[in-house]
């Protein structure tokens, strides 16, 4: 399409606004009137009627108002919606929150999940971070009873594995102790095959206990991707799009299909960590997202552990505060996944 005038982009991103508020039609007369825009109403109409021939408005009813298409969004958030940022007060309030809680990763990401949803208004969704295989971090070898053994092993980011094993003989806790210091002194930061590697300089003990690590990291490594949180569900129930039950049905079933929102950000997420992604309408390649936009970013530490985050709800979304909101959280959580995986 051609480009439009100063006016036209005004009139557009005034209906959208207006639409967003109120799920309403907007009328050329209470556009007018309620921005002081200086035009008659019959300009503003016509601007309009140029806006809907473009494909960016269209009029549900013949002697209704206009309301935004998907395109009219999409125009919306690409070139004229520029950069937001979520007010002072809020960012430090969700920083706050996310200091608050306890170091875990599991936490945080319940948390994010809670605060966009909170903040969007609308359905949240966060998968935790996974690390492109697992490293080793540390190492506990706990003496339960008599030859058995609990091996604790805690990768990097904080994911905790545990399994017990039968010693050949009785060990001592101590010699268990220095064991594990061993270990972890010389696989710190290792992958299951390079811990493997590791097993010929140690004992006996030292050998057994090495290879069953590569092993239990071989598996974490086998999993595929971070398990999805999500909140705000009830936010979807309130939303007028959805009173109509199987369009509800529809979006709530697209947050229990982990394998379809994996789909969606492989290939809407590009892999470096910074950027929001929006999704409008499916963007004519998901037809299950017809009724839906999605806000989408990448957090974490490249090299060491990514997940993913980002807001499902209705096309009529406010676009600035839910950008912003999943810009500032992918930004905190990235931090403090760096803390984390990196440290």
């Known amino acids: 399409m051609s480009e439009l005038t100063q006016r036209q982009e005004t009139v557009l991103a005034l ?19 309620r921005y002081s825009l200086g035009i008659s109403s019959a300009t503003a109409r016509n601007e309009m009627g140029t806006l809907t021939e473009a494909g960016l408005l269209r009029q549900p009813h013949t002697s209704a108002g ?7 969004y999409r125009y919306f958030v690409r070139r004229l919606l520029g950069e937001t940022d979520l007010p ?45 295989r697992a490293l080793f971090k540390h190492l506990e070898l706990i003496s339960t009873q008599g030859r058995q053994v609990l091996l604790v092993l ?8 545990q399994q017990m094993l039968t010693l050949a003989s009785n060990v001592p806790e101590l010699q268990l102790s ?12 290792k992958d299951a095959a390079a811990v493997a590697a590791q097993s010929q300089r140690f004992s006996t003990l030292g050998q057994e206990i090495t290879r069953l ?27 007028p799009e959805f009173t109509d039950s199987e369009a509800l049905r529809q979006s709530l079933r697209l947050l229990e299909e982990s394998s379809f929102l994996e789909e969606v950000m492989a290939k809407a997420l590009s892999p470096s960590v910074g950027g929001v992604q929006v ?6 390649a998901w037809e299950e997202l017809k009724d839906c936009s999605m806000v989408l970013a990448r957090y974490g530490a490249p090299g060491y ?39």
């Open 15 to 33: 209906i959208i606004h207006e639409y967003i508020e109120t799920a309403e039609p907007v009328g050329s007369k209470a556009l007018v009137e």
């Open 66 to 72: 206009r309301v935004p298409t998907e395109e009219g």
């Open 88 to 132: 002072e007060a809020e960012k430090r309030l969700i920083s706050h929150q996310f200091h608050q809680v306890r170091p875990d990763v599991e936490q945080w990401v319940r948390l994010a999940a809670s605060v966009l949803a909170h903040h969007s208004r609308s359905a949240s969704l966060v998968t935790t971070p996974r690390s492109p």
């Open 154 to 161: 805690v990768l990097q980011g904080g994911e905790v594995r």
């Open 178 to 189: 220095e064991a594990a210091h061993e270990i972890t002194r010389a696989c710190l930061g």
């Open 213 to 239: 690590v590569a092993d239990v990291m071989s598996r974490a490594d086998a999993v595929s991707s971070g398990e999805v949180h999500h909140d705000g569900l009830a936010n979807m129930l309130n939303q």
């Open 279 to 284: 999704v409008i309408g499916g963007e004519g």
């Open 305 to 343: 552990a990514t997940g993913a985050l980002g807001v499902l709800g209705p096309i009529r979304m406010a676009y600035g505060r839910t950008i912003s909101a999943v810009r500032y959280v992918a930004g905190l959580m990235s931090d403090l996944v760096v803390d984390a995986y990196a440290s």
